[in-house]
C-alpha cells in the first residue's frame, strides 16, 4: 500500500516539477493524471495496491473539496462582486466543453458503412 501511495504521489511530484521548469499552463497535479494513466497503459492493467489506494481515497473524495469551501467562504465578498463574470466564464466554458467534446466524439467514431456504396 505505500508503494502505492509513493507511486501517486510520484506521479503528481514529476507533473509538478515538469511544469515549473517548462512553465506549461497546466497544474502539475494534471499533467501528473497523465504520467500515471500512461504509466497504466504501458502495465496493461491496474495493479491490486493502486486500486485499492484509489478506491480508499475516492471513498474520502468529499473531504478533499473542504478547503474548496473554505476558499468560497473566504472569498464569498470577491465572489459577490465578479459573478456575473464568473456565471458567464462558468456557462461559456460549459458549452465549449460540450462542443468541443461533441466535436471530437464525431470525428473519432468510425463512418457508418453504406452497403449500396454510396457516401453520406
Known amino acids: ?8 504521489l510520484l506521479c503528481q511530484l514529476a507533473g509538478e516539477v515538469l511544469v515549473r521548469l517548462i512553465g506549461l499552463p497546466v497544474p502539475g497535479p494534471v499533467l501528473g493524471m497523465v504520467f500515471l494513466f500512461l504509466f497504466l497503459l504501458v502495465r496493461h492493467h491496474v495493479p491490486e495496491p493502486v486500486e485499492r489506494v484509489s478506491n480508499t481515497l ?3 473524495l468529499s473531504l478533499l473539496f473542504v478547503p474548496a469551501g473554505v476558499g468560497v467562504i473566504r472569498y464569498a465578498q ?10 458567464v466564464s462558468l456557462i461559456a466554458g460549459t458549452v ?10 464525431q470525428h473519432l467514431m468510425p463512418k457508418p458503412h453504406d452497403p449500396k456504396g454510396d457516401a453520406p
Open 78 to 87: 470577491r465572489l459577490e462582486d465578479a459573478w456575473l463574470a464568473i456565471t
Open 58 to 60: 475516492l471513498d474520502h
Open 1 to 8: 500500500m505505500l508503494g502505492a501511495i509513493t507511486l501517486l
Open 96 to 105: 465549449v466543453a460540450i462542443g468541443a467534446t461533441a466535436w471530437i466524439a
